[in-house]
């Protein structure tokens, strides 16, 4: 919505390619900005949020806390601990999440319980670093667990542990997950960004996307990413593997 609002190339911001890198969310909230668009309050809300969340590239001071925790903590309001000097800035965030449901064909409790950490800094502005890990466990619908007994993976993870009990047997739709993904990312020159990591890339638009999806679980990638002018010009080189267990169909 704000890059139809702001014009496609007025920012320098391509919402079909994800994931977005902090500076092209700034580089739009400041082309709105100057743009002087009439936002509501919604939109005023949602540009704050994002100049907060991306505080790492912006010029503001909006995103400091005015009563830090402990004083070390929440110093910045989006972050449980940062350090922002000069030439070096980090971020580490405790990473938290539940998920209860139920589905009408089986007869369960399906959810979600992750608990992890992420850690994101950059140096002297040119060098950039991301990490997430979390340890998940997961009850899953029918149509999932399926999937999971025919190809021994699980959709957009990869390789799972499945939960047993006592005797040793698989309890159905129950699984056991790690998730680890990380990229380090270099501003060679002024126009080309070279990232290399084992992470997800998703190119389109909606939920799915039939050019590149994240359906896949995480893959070492390295990405040269050129921006000149009006234009985006991305290498993407990928190590991808298909291991069908089970009695899966070949792929």
């Known amino acids: 919505r704000y890059e139809i ?11 079909s390619y994800k994931p977005y890198s902090r500076n092209s969310v700034i580089a739009l ?17 949602n540009l704050d949020y994002l100049t907060i969340d991306n505080w790492t590239s912006a010029n503001s001071t909006v995103q400091i806390s005015k009563k830090p925790i402990l ?7 989006s972050d449980f601990y940062s350090v922002n000097t000069k030439d070096f ?6 990473v938290m999440y539940l998920q209860a449901g139920k589905d009408n064909t089986y007869a369960g409790n399906l959810y979600t319980n992750t608990r992890g950490v992420t850690v994101e800094g950059m140096i002297d502005d040119k060098v950039g670093f991301y990490t997430f ?6 009850n899953v619908p029918n149509y999932v667990d399926d999937y999971v007994s025919k190809f021994e993976v699980l959709p957009g993870q990869g390789f799972l542990k499945s939960i047993k009990d006592s005797s040793g047997t ?11 993904r990380g990229y380090i990312t270099v ?13 997800r890339n998703f190119v389109g638009n909606g939920y799915r996307s039939l050019i590149l999806s994240d359906f896949s679980p995480n893959y070492f990638f390295l990405k040269l990413t050129t921006k ?8 993407l080189l990928t190590e991808m593997q298909a291991e069908p267990k089970g009695n899966g169909p070949d792929r």
Request: aromatic share 16%; proline share 1%; charged share 25%.
């Open 5 to 15: 609002k702001s014009g496609s190339f007025a920012s320098e911001f391509y919402s």
């Open 29 to 45: 909230v400041d082309s709105l900005q100057k743009d002087s668009v009439n936002f509501s309050k919604t939109d005023r809300f």
């Open 71 to 77: 004083k070390h903590f929440y110093k910045t309001k």
């Open 89 to 94: 800035k980090l971020r580490v965030n405790p």
């Open 133 to 138: 890990m979390a340890d998940n466990q997961m």
């Open 170 to 180: 698989r309890i159905s739709n129950s699984n056991d997950f790690f998730t680890a």
């Open 187 to 199: 501003n060679a020159t002024k126009h080309i960004n070279v990232q290399f990591g084992h992470d």
């Open 228 to 235: 000149i002018w009006k234009f985006q010009y991305t290498n």
